[in-house]
């Protein structure tokens, strides 16, 4: 419990000094105005108050990743917690904020835009394809998992299918209507489950006086399987501690936003209360069933196909919240995905008429482009959600190394402390060039031949960061 509680202590720690300290970096301008106020549209770009733009922004980024992540994360050990605190404060919440911040200053732009303007129209094309796959994958993934999250809650009386059909026609509402229309009321609703969920489970692990594991324990690898700790868990854990999808979505939030002064609490603030969330489900799962062996054994016993994640949350909530407890605590758990689902499509809409120059105030625009995305998410819906999550896990960290190395080099370029971004932009380099290669669903490949490329490809980009860092400073904005 002790250790449990440094790391909540050492997260709020890290946003009030490492977020400062990332602010100042940027070098924020408060009389610059933002493109909420600038180019206000009715559809996209609409100033909010400063506390809706933190909900949605929370929402949007705290999917099924900080809850299902950090259980399948924390089944390797106490290393779990430490990558969740040290992940979020030096690798996650400066990849929001910066990566935020940047939209900020380029009108909202989304990610394939911001990334292409400091890395080259190549990688802006292959930018553009890479995010809108992920959007879809996140959308898929988002869409099965809360469906039948929603199953259990309703005790089987409308099947998962049907809840398939319920979100998936949600989804098309949200991505096609004007954000203040339904995204900007529906999630304080979201938003208070989801909060209630974190509180109620934390104080539950304080009353029960759960057995959550120490540092002390030591940090050896615990997993069943003996996958490794590097790169796996930091890829399992996924939103819990940095992701790429989180740069996806905050250029919704930078349309919205109405000073720059507010972007630490909305970009950093969001990525270091997401760490708190992992940090509560890893510690209730690892202690529910006595140890870590014992989350381990319990998996373990399920069905090859059952969602399992879904199961001890299920399990862990209405055990320690009751039946009423339980029910809001599912809620909160079922408003996370959905709350990324939701905005992951609406993203895609975006990035898409982003590079295909087509307007989206008209609603014939918007379905012009949403109908295939559409199409497409229901078409991998098909896919067994194993799969889905292994991909999006892998896909969102690899967005996470373009969007860090992007941002390192606009830091670069106008004379700022880039180290903030180079440090974890190599470390994820070496591990999603890692993982996809000694992965069982990628290549499978030795861990010498796996720990090697990555070592190599991170080497080789620092080497070409610092060969091409005495180019031309471009116009500051």
Not at 56 to 77: R, V
Not at 344 to 356: C, G, N, Q, T
Request: with cysteine.
């Amino acid at each position: 419990m002790i250790s449990f509680v440094i790391s909540i202590l050492l997260l709020i720690a890290g946003y009030i000094v490492y977020g400062k300290f990332s602010e100042k970096v940027f070098g924020i301008d408060v009389n610059r105005k933002t493109p909420a106020i600038a180019n206000p549209d009715g559809v996209d770009y609409v100033p909010l108050p400063w506390w809706r733009v933190f909900l949605i922004q929370f929402l949007n980024i705290a999917g099924l990743g900080p809850i299902f992540g950090a259980i399948m994360g924390i089944m390797f050990g106490e290393s779990a917690f430490l990558w969740i605190v040290f992940g979020t404060i030096f690798a996650g919440g400066v990849h929001d904020y910066i990566s935020g911040m940047m939209s900020v200053r380029s009108n909202g732009a989304s990610l394939p835009e911001l990334v292409g303007q400091e890395l080259g129209s190549g990688i802006k094309q292959f930018m553009r394809v890479f995010s809108i796959v992920l959007m879809i994958l996140v959308g898929a993934v988002f869409v099965s998992g809360p469906a039948g999250l929603l199953a259990n809650l309703t005790n089987g009386s409308i099947s998962v299918t049907w809840w398939v059909i319920i979100v998936f026609v949600y989804y098309m509402l949200a991505t096609l209507l004007p954000i203040d229309k339904l995204i900007g009321r529906i999630y304080p609703v979201f938003g208070f489950a989801l909060l209630f969920m974190a509180a109620g489970i934390l104080v539950a692990i304080i009353i029960n006086k759960a057995p959550v594991p120490e540092f002390t324990n030591g940090f050896a690898n615990l997993h069943p399987k003996h996958l490794p700790i590097f790169p796996v868990m930091f890829v399992s854990i996924a939103c819990g501690a940095i992701s790429g999808f989180h740069a996806t979505q905050s250029p919704l939030m930078a349309r919205c936003i109405e000073n720059e002064k507010l972007g630490r609490r909305v970009f950093y603030g969001s990525m270091v209360a997401e760490g708190i969330v992992a940090l509560i489900w890893a510690a209730a799962a690892a202690s529910f069933f006595g140890s870590i062996e014992g989350l381990q054994h319990f998996v373990g016993g399920l069905a090859p196909t059952a969602n399992k994640p879904a199961v001890v949350v299920d399990l862990i909530s209405r055990s320690w919240l009751g039946k009423f407890g339980g029910f809001l605590a599912l809620l909160g758990v079922v408003a996370a995905p959905l709350t990324s689902g939701d905005t992951a499509l609406r993203s895609a809409r975006l990035i898409a008429a982003d590079f295909l120059k087509i307007d989206q105030k008209p609603i014939a625009k918007r379905l012009l482009i949403s109908i295939p995305i559409f199409v497409l998410t229901f078409i991998i819906l098909q896919m067994n959600f194993d799969i889905l999550w292994r991909y999006f896990a892998w896909c969102n960290q690899t967005l996470a190394v373009f969007t860090l190395w992007a941002a390192t080099v606009y830091l670069s370029s106008r004379k700022r402390f880039y180290g903030i971004t180079l440090l974890p932009a190599v470390f994820m380099t070496a591990i999603s060039v890692s993982y996809i290669l000694i992965a069982p669903e990628g290549f499978h490949l030795s861990p010498l031949i796996s720990y090697s490329a990555g070592i190599l490809t991170a080497t080789s980009l620092i080497i070409l960061f610092f060969i091409k860092k005495t180019r031309p400073v471009p116009a500051a904005n």
